[in-house]
């Protein structure tokens, strides 16, 4: 068993299909570890960015079908049918592509988001359009700004590149955490 598992991390699908389900629980940490894996040189970089991009739009899409199939319950047909709802729908789907991009980049809209995406009505085309371009540019960018930091000869050659992980999926939460603190909170009416 021990060298089945061994054998296993040592081959770069079987990683990559580990960073894929890794995606759907936490993505950060999963292009993080991803971006690292691929600096030791246990991943090749095209697979890791690939297997980040698979696991992140995969898990934004089933998102988008919950939300798509939620209106088989009367709890969830009541609620959208609410006016509010109905003005958030038309609004969304005002400019439904720069909008589904949008939530990508917005901390703490993203599960949210492409769920209420699914439940009114986003046209699943210009849902798979927008959260395609958009995953594959923030999972570029983040991916290489990691790499680039691990790839740093400081870090490199120092015991403490496994400490990096933590860290960047810490700051990266804490980024998520203060832009939805600050610059998302309701205005006064």
């Known amino acids: 068993m021990l060298d089945t598992l061994l054998t296993w991390s040592q081959n770069p699908y079987a990683i990559a299909l580990g960073i894929i389900f890794i995606s759907y629980i936490l993505e950060d940490a999963a292009i993080v570890g991803a971006a690292l894996l691929s600096v030791e040189g246990s991943l090749p970089t095209h697979l890791g960015i690939m297997a980040v991009f698979i696991g992140i739009a995969s898990g934004d899409i089933g998102l988008f079908y919950i ?4 209106h088989k319950f009367h709890w969830v047909q009541q609620r959208l049918s609410h006016s509010k709802v109905i003005k958030i729908q038309h609004k ?3 400019n439904a592509f720069l ?3 949008l939530i990508r980049f917005l901390p ?12 009114l009505h986003i046209k699943p085309a210009t849902f798979f359009l927008s959260v395609g371009l958009a995953t594959f540019l923030w999972s570029i960018l983040i991916y290489a700004s990691v790499f680039a930091l691990g790839d740093a000869l ?9 400490g990096l992980a933590p860290m960047m999926i810490i700051v990266i939460i804490s980024i998520n955490k203060l832009i939805n603190t ?7 009416a």
Do not use: D, H
């Not at 600050?182 to 006064?188: C, F, N, T």
């Open 182 to 188: 600050y610059l998302l909170k309701e205005q006064p």
């Open 92 to 94: 969304l789907q005002q």
């Open 99 to 101: 909008n589904v991009f």
């Open 154 to 162: 400081w870090v490199e050659s120092s015991l403490w590149r496994w």
């Open 108 to 119: 703490g809209l993203r599960g949210t988001g492409y769920l209420v995406c699914g439940a």
């Open 67 to 70: 939300g798509r199939y939620c």
